[in-house]
């Protein structure tokens, strides 16, 4: 009788095996089971579980909404109520009054925030809106707590006797005390110029109030469009799907359609960023504050081409948290390099979410929750950025961009 080869036999138990567990879990083996992909992709509830093979899970899945995954990972966490140095937010839309400004110190302490500016919260601020705030603040103990932002009607604009009606306005809420004017993103988006149509970003008619900003030594906080995802398709390839499908008003139609037939197509994302852009270009001598960081958190090498090409501009980081806190090494990198062009700043005043800024900034934490998964499903990881560099984010660059900040009583 031949001997039967060993390699023989151990190829014979290792494919008896494979298909005895194949046939004992049923589903189980990559083979040739499951369904192939059609053009790279899965067919709809399925998910490719080994390459070019698609299956279904065998229990409902959970919708986005619904998946809430605990982390297992154990690693230091370093929570910061607190933040490191004083800090200014420039850019907080919270009314104060009697009512909340007792609170409001209380919150400001415990957060390390010394100055917040108020941006035109809940309506205007010109001249009468703007003095009004002023003398309650001067009434109060904490005048040195806030300061507020001046903004302009719109309306009218291109129009007969606009122009040196809202310089008059904008020199008279400066006058009220007003250190700054803002610049909503309803300018390029929906805001008409007196014919009707839209009033773009780079619009010369606005010249006059550019000038006047750099006349009078005030900085232009301006926030244009809106992150690149609200102009993209609603597919389930957008990452901000779960934000947009929450708030109707915050999707653009990506083709431009405009929603009615009167004032021509509307702007697309390119079309804002380059408007801005040469707004930027027209007025060197006008000082700049990209709010939301121009929408450039996701794409820092744009934002340093930008910086680089803009000396009049500085970035804000309101409401972008999670874009550095997804890249934390490409971001240390960024704000080390540009330290002298980035400023602090919130958006939405709400306590409670301030410290993850603090976080992100000041530790080396990894993986660790954003405070909206609606905006960002992703974690967060600290960037452990040096004190000088935290000293300019958090105010040193403000008293320079601003000098109608108080300029007194901050840490070397
Ligand atoms: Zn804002």
Not at 64 to 84: Q, W
Not at 100 to 123: K, T, Y
Not at 327 to 345: C, H, I, N, S, W
Request: proline residues 8%; aromatic residues 10%.
């Amino acid at each position: 009788m031949r001997r039967v080869p060993v390699s023989l036999v151990v190829f014979l138990v290792v494919v008896l095996s494979g298909a005895l567990m194949m046939a004992q879990r049923g589903r189980g083996g990559a083979g040739g089971e499951g369904t192939p992909t059609v053009n790279g992709q899965c067919p709809p509830g399925m998910t490719e579980f080994r390459p070019g093979r698609c299956r279904a899970p065998e229990f409902p899945p959970p919708s986005i909404v619904d998946y809430r995954p605990r982390s297992t990972l154990v690693t230091p966490e370093n929570l910061r109520p607190r933040a490191k140095f004083p800090v200014v937010d420039i850019h907080n839309h919270t009314t104060i009054t009697a009512t909340n400004i007792d609170q409001m110190i209380r919150d400001m302490d415990e957060l390390n925030l010394r100055v917040l500016v108020r941006l035109g919260g809940g309506g205007s601020s010109t001249g009468p809106a703007v003095q009004q705030a002023v003398d309650y603040l001067q009434s109060t103990p904490h005048k040195d707590r806030f300061r507020i932002f001046a903004t302009v009607q719109w309306n009218g604009a291109g129009g007969p006797g606009w122009a040196e009606k809202a310089v008059a306005d904008l020199e008279a809420a400066v006058k009220a005390g007003a250190i700054g004017l803002k610049i909503a993103k309803n300018l390029g988006l929906d805001s008409r110029r007196a014919d009707g149509s839209r009033l773009k970003v780079d619009d010369p008619g606005l010249k006059p109030i550019w000038d006047t900003c750099a006349r009078l030594n005030i900085p232009v906080i301006i926030h244009t469009a809106e992150p690149r995802e609200f102009f993209s398709p609603l597919d389930f390839h957008n990452e901000r799907w779960l934000e947009l499908a929450l708030f109707p008003s915050r999707r653009n139609d990506p083709t431009g359609k405009p929603p009615d037939g009167n004032y021509g197509p509307l702007p697309t994302f390119e079309d804002l960023m380059g408007e801005r852009d040469r707004m930027y270009a027209a007025n060197p001598k006008t000082r700049y504050i990209g709010a939301h960081f121009n929408w450039y958190g996701n794409d820092l090498a744009r934002a340093a081409r930008q910086l680089d090409a803009t000396p009049n501009l500085v970035l804000e980081v309101g409401a972008v948290l999670y874009e550095f806190g997804r890249q934390p090494r490409a971001a240390r990198e960024f704000l080390t390099k540009y330290q002298d062009r980035v400023l602090f700043g919130k958006d939405a005043y709400e306590k409670s979410e301030y410290p993850y800024f603090w976080r992100v900034f000041e530790t080396n934490d990894e993986y660790f929750d954003y405070y909206r998964d609606y905006h960002a499903f992703w974690k967060l990881y600290g960037m452990g950025l040096p004190d000088e560099v935290l000293k300019k984010l958090y105010y040193k660059n403000a008293l320079r961009v601003a000098p109608g900040l108080p300029q007194t009583g901050w840490p070397e």
